[in-house]
């Protein structure tokens, strides 16, 4: 029986248009013999707008809850994942060819590895992408280096969307931080806390921009909330590293 890559999605209804573009992408990724992949849609929210766009196929489930943000909708997702891997997707980007694969690739040959992540590009409204500075080489991230990166340069070094983690580190972790946004950096940064991940330098994601995207809300750079989130994702990764724990 194959073995599955459980791919979670949390969608709100201005993002559920932009769902079958990502199936498509999810539907061209190949796999090695004895791998498949099942993708768990979660609404982040319970309304008539989403369902529609979501792709009939039995590969597929959707789940529908009431709002609490991208992390609590992926988060409660993880009630329907099964398999030793949890892929991130999200609505509006999309997975590029032979993602799926390099990052299974990096996980099971190096049973010390926790997580994977790549290279993501900026996928424009006109469809021109352009990329992200300041990406590692290919190879492993030592435990720490993202949390070292992110507080000289108030940015994740790599990007949080492209993550590909074993299930039950991601869960022993206790899933996505509770957080109205960043909530993925700061599993991340727990992650880096804990356990190698690897960098893979061949683009994995195309993370589109576009108008209604959470990220360009003016409430997402709110300073006081901006501060709290930041001091609680610094706390916990540090927390987390001092415990000196290890997958």
């Known amino acids: 029986m194959p073995v599955h890559i459980t791919i979670i999605t949390a969608v709100h209804a201005p993002s559920a248009r932009f769902l079958p573009e990502a199936y498509a992408s999810v539907c061209a990724q ?19 707008e989403v369902r529609p766009y979501v792709p009939d196929d039995p590969r597929v489930t959707f789940r529908q809850g009431r709002p609490g943000g991208p992390g609590v909708a992926r988060t409660i997702a993880l009630a329907h994942a099964g398999g030793p891997y949890v892929k991130v997707l999200d609505a509006d980007d999309l997975l590029t060819p032979g993602a799926l694969a390099r990052d299974l690739a990096a996980l099971e040959a190096d049973p010390t590895l ?21 990406d590692p080489d290919e190879g492993p991230l030592t435990p720490g280096a993202l949390l070292a990166h992110w507080k ?11 993550l590909f983690v074993r299930r039950e580190l ?21 992650l880096d806390a804990v356990s190698p991940g ?18 360009g809300q003016a409430a997402h ?19 987390l590293a001092a415990l000196e724990w290890s997958r």
Do not use: C, N
């Not at 926790?114 to 300041?134: E, K």
């Open 30 to 48: 190949e796999l090695p013999e004895g791998w498949e992949w099942r993708w768990v849609i979660q609404e982040d929210g319970r309304t008539d």
């Open 152 to 162: 000289a340069h108030a940015v994740p070094r790599v990007v949080p969307g492209t």
């Open 114 to 134: 926790g997580w994977a992540t790549s290279r993501a590009l900026d996928q424009l409204p006109d469809g021109s992408t352009v990329a992200f500075p300041g």
């Open 198 to 215: 690897w960098f893979t330098a061949e683009p994995g994601l195309l993370y589109r921009q576009w108008e209604g995207q959470v990220t």
């Open 221 to 239: 750079v709110d300073v006081a909330e901006l501060e709290a989130r930041v001091a609680v994702t610094e706390a916990r990764a540090r927390a």
């Open 170 to 190: 991601l869960l022993a972790l206790g899933g996505w931080m509770a957080l109205p946004a960043s909530e993925d950096t700061g599993l991340l940064l727990a």
